[in-house]
């Protein structure tokens, strides 16, 4: 018993001696009930106001170049977000960047954001949390020196192993060494209690070990560099609307730092930006206006069918666009695209025209032979009406309202309609015939003073003025050439 309170005691010094706080060691003991974990013991965290800075992320490009990131990127796809900041590198003033992925070289980036997180855990949490493990040790240490059960002091001992083998990989291999030095003492402790007990099993534990990152950080940049690395991502930029944004972005934040930043850089770089800037805009103009011009010329030909017109606007656009410098793909595919939609929409309105022109002469000789059927039930319509309101016509003119419909039907009759006007052709008929039914219908309600007769006259001319209006409609429409829907 005196050699294992002598073991425990002096791995009680050796952990003071890594760091433990005083409060921890000076603190009475308390035997730990059996089956029981030995509490962790409580440490007060570090004043964040004395804290370091909280270290910038860096997104890595190919070619070595590091841009500032304030926080950590985001990738989406094929895309990488992140905030710049455009002065100062801990200011308030960011700009969102959205690069290609493949401007990055993840390897580097990924490593650098590693050593990132280890600083700033190491500048917030990392001695606190060191100094909680340490006094969780002592704590189980202390238990072990006053439990009197052999058995149960192994108990304490392997878990608190366990516990301490595991922390390196959840806290970034903080303070590595020290680990391993408690590491060192507890299987000490442990294989000295085991021969104690008269233990012959041996436990193997294997825990994989975790290196601090070893990429150093950069220091801050200045805010000149700050502001290059702005334009650095206007140009690796491949969307025109963010290279502008971030153009403009930087241009204004030269104009408001202009007395703080160096008078050459300054000049050359805010000369540099204008250009860049105006450059930008100007080739955003060209490309609209190329867009205006072209559109409007194929949306017209489209409508005439003119399949030639519309293959010149997509050459204009073709050559326009070489000529500009290729400089807005994406544009370009979206114009394209519409006017391709054009050119399939000019050529079937081609296709059905042509067809259209094939029908022509049977169309035009159609309408010449309906004429004269026409011009009576456009002459006899104003009856129609009568008889739909029952306001008459007189009772005297009845009988030869009815025949004059009955020839109009015989008209129709001996009238071969095109295929394509049946249907109109049809709808002119029914109408012919209803209007002839109203009118006999009429001259009985008005014989026997039939109101509900009268009614069903009136029925009839209803649907002897639809039938004539509809036909009359899809006669016209079919007799024009056809147009792009």
Do not use: C
């Not at 366990?162 to 959840?170: D, Q």
């Not at 109408?431 to 109101?451: H, T």
């Amino acid at each position: 018993m005196d050699k294992q309170r002598r073991i425990t005691t002096a791995a009680i010094f050796a952990l003071l001696a890594i760091g433990v706080p005083a409060t921890v060691a000076a603190r009475p003991q308390t035997p730990v009930p059996a089956g029981e974990t030995p509490a962790p013991s409580r440490t007060v965290a570090p004043n964040p106001d004395a804290a370091p800075s909280r270290p910038l992320y860096r997104v890595i490009l190919n070619d070595g170049t590091a841009l500032i990131a304030y926080g950590e990127f985001t990738r989406v796809g094929d895309r990488v977000v992140f905030s710049m900041p455009l002065d100062s590198p801990r200011g308030d003033r960011l700009q969102l960047v959205n690069l290609p992925a493949s401007e990055v070289n993840w390897e580097s980036t990924q490593e650098y954001t590693l050593a990132a997180r280890y600083a700033q855990y190491v500048s917030t949490r990392g001695e606190a949390d060191f100094a909680a493990l340490t006094g969780e040790v002592a704590s189980a240490l202390g238990a072990m020196a006053l439990a009197k059960d052999p058995a149960r002091k192994l108990q304490i001992a392997e878990q608190t192993r366990r516990i301490v083998s595991a922390w390196p990989m959840a806290h970034y291999g903080y303070r590595g060494a020290d680990v391993d030095e408690i590491l060192s003492l507890l299987d000490g402790t442990i294989s000295d209690l085991r021969g104690s007990a008269g233990i012959r099993r041996f436990d193997f534990s294997l825990v994989a070990t975790i290196a601090p990152p070893t990429m150093p950080l950069l220091p801050d940049p200045t805010p000149s560099q700050a502001i290059d690395q702005v334009i650095l991502a206007a140009r690796l930029s491949d969307v025109p609307a963010e290279r502008i944004t971030l153009l403009r972005s930087a241009l204004t934040t030269i104009d408001q730092k202009r007395r703080t930043l160096p008078r050459e850089w300054l000049r050359h770089t805010r000369t540099s930006v204008q250009k860049m800037l105006d450059a930008e805009l100007q080739t955003e103009r060209r490309y609209g206006e190329l867009s205006r011009s072209t559109v409007a010329k194929a949306v017209a030909a489209s409508e005439t069918g003119d399949v030639r017109a519309v293959e010149d606007a997509i050459a204009t656009v073709r050559t326009r666009d070489r000529v500009l410098g290729e400089k807005r793909p994406d544009h370009v595919a979206g114009l394209m695209g519409m006017l391709q939609e054009r050119l399939d929409s000019a050529r079937r309105l081609r296709l059905v025209r042509d067809q259209w022109e094939g029908k022509v002469g049977a169309i035009r000789a159609y309408r010449s032979a309906l004429s004269a059927p026409l011009d009576r039930l456009d002459r006899l319509r104003p009856r129609l009406e009568d008889v739909k309101s029952l306001a008459g016509p007189d009772v005297a003119t009845l009988p030869d309202l009815a025949h004059r419909f009955e020839l109009v039907v015989r008209q129709l009759i001996a009238i071969t309609p095109p295929p394509d006007m049946a249907a109109a052709h049809s709808s002119l008929r029914s109408a012919a015939e209803l209007g002839q039914q109203a009118m006999r219908i009429r001259e009985r309600a008005a014989v026997k003073a039939d109101v509900s007769a009268a009614w069903d006259a009136s029925a009839a001319a209803a649907g002897a003025i639809m039938m004539l209006t509809q036909a009359r409609l899809q006669i016209d429409e079919l007799s024009r050439p056809p147009e792009l829907r």
